[in-house]
């Protein structure tokens, strides 16, 4: 089954949202194989955003993703690395959809909460970055009631 890699953000930690994130992947029917509160250092931000090393607000990104602790987490389900996108909402909160967790939570694109994988291949590159140690293997028992 697929998985994605999620991430709240200094700001959702601190502005006490993790539960409500939370609440809304497993509303919607995800399953939670992984959940760790961690601070990362500097190194460590920027491999997770390698990709965006070019861009000129990489350094302020990397500031804002080590100024405290974050939520790292592995979420499971069919189609869960779109699905879970569409949740989170575009990027910049100016553009985000209300019901998405930007559109109601979030105003600057440098204070957007949250973290989702954009692809199933970043996924797995995320996941084995965050997760080094095995994930908590458990299946949930309310799977037909989900799945057909
Ligand atoms: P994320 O990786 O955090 O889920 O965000 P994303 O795919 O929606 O956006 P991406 O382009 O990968 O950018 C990563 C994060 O960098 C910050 N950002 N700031 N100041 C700016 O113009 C700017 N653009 C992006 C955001 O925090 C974004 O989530």
């Known amino acids: 089954m697929e998985q994605t890699f999620i991430m709240i953000k200094p700001d959702g930690v601190q502005r006490g949202l993790v539960g409500e994130i939370i609440g809304r992947f497993e509303k919607k029917g995800f399953y939670l194989k992984g959940l760790k509160l961690i601070t990362v250092d500097q190194s460590f931000a920027e491999k997770h955003y390698a990709d965006l090393s070019a861009k000129p607000f990489f350094n302020g990104l990397v500031e804002y993703i080590i100024s405290g602790p974050v939520v790292a987490m592995i979420w499971e389900g069919k189609n869960v690395v779109t699905t879970g996108r569409k949740i989170i909402g575009a990027t910049n909160p ?19 909460v949250i973290h989702g994988s954009d692809s199933v291949e970043s996924a797995r590159k995320e996941i084995a970055l965050w997760f080094p140690e095995s994930p908590v ?3 949930s028992s309310v799977h037909p009631w989900i799945y057909e």
């Open 137 to 139: 293997n458990w299946q």
């Open 94 to 112: 100016a553009e985000s959809a209300p019901g998405t967790i930007r559109g109601d939570f979030a105003i600057d694109i440098g204070r957007n």
